[in-house]
């Protein structure tokens, strides 16, 4: 598994399981399916309320703490110092967990500065209860501000994007400035499991369209965390590593519409 290098100095495995949407017991049986497989990055949120399913999980396995990437995130509405740091609180309690390795926003606020939010994460850092911190959902005009006020790096911009979600000005952005895609999503939902196109390319090197996507991004050293429901898909999802696309490929992918 690629390693990716964030401005904390800390690293992220390239690939990872997105668990939006995964609940109770199959989202349990799902997280320690992965982790058997060899996924030992996990994003969630409080948001998508299966963070005690994933600790649980974790738990069950008993695997060594340092052995898996934690991302979790702050929902929107509670943005403002105080609700960041109780919110956070029911995070690390639902994981079981002493600290995450990543921090988000999930969504920007209008109501809330930045730089409230950001002073909260701080003081979790200096606590040793966060790694890294990140955000979410962010613009071009949203990821300027947040770096201008933020005391601490800000690591990564997740997004959802993909081959019909081609992000490519923003990734440019916040590459110039250090700062790592994440994509979720990046399957769009499933929608991209029969593009002609992707299949097309598939054929070639004996994969399919849904891997085709995923190594699409992380041939561009994009973070990349698609979500499965199943074991048949995780184990193809992970399959994007011991091959790559051409360059016309890549160029193809770059220009779909």
């Known amino acids: 598994m690629k390693n990716i290098k964030l401005a904390s ?14 609940k109770g017991r199959q989202c349990e049986r799902i997280v320690k399916e992965a982790i058997a497989l060899g996924y030992t990055h996990i994003d969630t949120a409080w ?40 919110q956070f609180e029911e995070c690390l309690g639902d994981l079981q967990m002493d600290y995450v390795d990543l921090l988000l926003i999930h969504h920007p606020s209008d109501s809330v500065p930045f ?31 947040a770096c201008e006020v933020s005391e601490l790096p800000i690591c990564t911009n997740q997004v959802e994007y993909h081959v019909r979600r081609n992000r490519s000005d923003l990734r440019d952005y916040c590459h110039a400035r250090d700062i790592v895609m994440t994509a979720h ?20 090197h004996e994969k399919t369209a849904a891997q085709v996507a995923l190594r699409w991004l992380v041939q561009q050293n994009i973070i990349t965390i698609p979500k ?21 490929e890549m160029q193809t992918l770059d220009t779909v519409t």
Not at 11 to 21: A, K, M, Y
Not at 60 to 72: N, Y
Not at 185 to 204: F, Q, T
Not at 228 to 248: A, I, K, M, Q
């Open 185 to 204: 999503r990046p399957l769009a939902v499933g929608n991209l499991a029969n593009d002609a196109v992707l299949r097309s390319i598939g054929e070639a």
């Open 228 to 248: 499965s429901g199943s074991v048949p898909h995780l184990r193809e999802n992970l399959d994007v590593f011991e091959w790559e696309l051409t360059d016309e």
């Open 9 to 22: 100095g800390h690293e992220t495995p390239i690939f990872g399981l997105g668990t939006w949407q995964l």
């Open 115 to 145: 730089v409230e939010t950001f002073d909260a994460f701080h003081k979790l850092y200096e606590a040793g209860k966060v790694k890294s911190i990140g955000i979410s959902n962010f613009s071009i005009a949203q990821v300027e501000e």
């Open 47 to 86: 948001m998508y309320q299966n963070q005690r399913e994933i600790g649980k999980a974790l738990h069950d396995i008993d695997i060594d703490r340092e052995e898996v990437f934690l991302t979790t995130k702050i929902w929107h509405t509670h943005l403002k110092h105080a609700e960041v740091l109780a």
